[in-house]
């Protein structure tokens, strides 16, 4: 999902400051490193509603307590344009016992067709008649459907993370691994 979604990520200390702000985070926000560094996360999101606690305090207290959590809630560009962001936050302790928020944060939208996506792919892949298969870099198995596996002769799960070499035999003299190598070290379709 990583490669299909811009990630964000910031850390916020315990007084909810900014204390990380990576590259995705200046990209995602519009602020450079040294306007926000050592500043009040709250910068990030709207006006606090009518309790008080602004986003970041919820983010940065869900954090340490739940250990982990996720969120879909507002965010402020630096132009002053609010978006839907997704949040994952979590806390990492350092060698000094002191503990950072380290958050994780993508546009709603792109999140929304990467689900979308994600969703046709799998009923493509329970209801294809014809055999599928995904393949790493490495040309190893990682997905692959019921259908291949009847071809094969195989169960899915004993494809996982092994060379498509363990059950494709060609007659190319390998020109058809080369071109699935091209394919995945180009990034580009064939």
Known sequence: MLEHVAVAVLGMDDEDRICYWGPGAQRLFGYEAGDVLSKPAAALFP??????????????ERGRTLGYWRVRMPALHQDGTVFDCGFRVFPVTGDQGRTVIVGLASRGDELDRVKTNLAFLDALFETCPIGLVMLDEDLRYVHLNQALADMDGIPIEDHIGRSMEDFMITSDGGEYQRMLHTVADGGSPW
């Open 47 to 60: 006006a606090a509603p009518v309790d008080g606690t602004s986003a970041a305090e919820r983010l940065a």
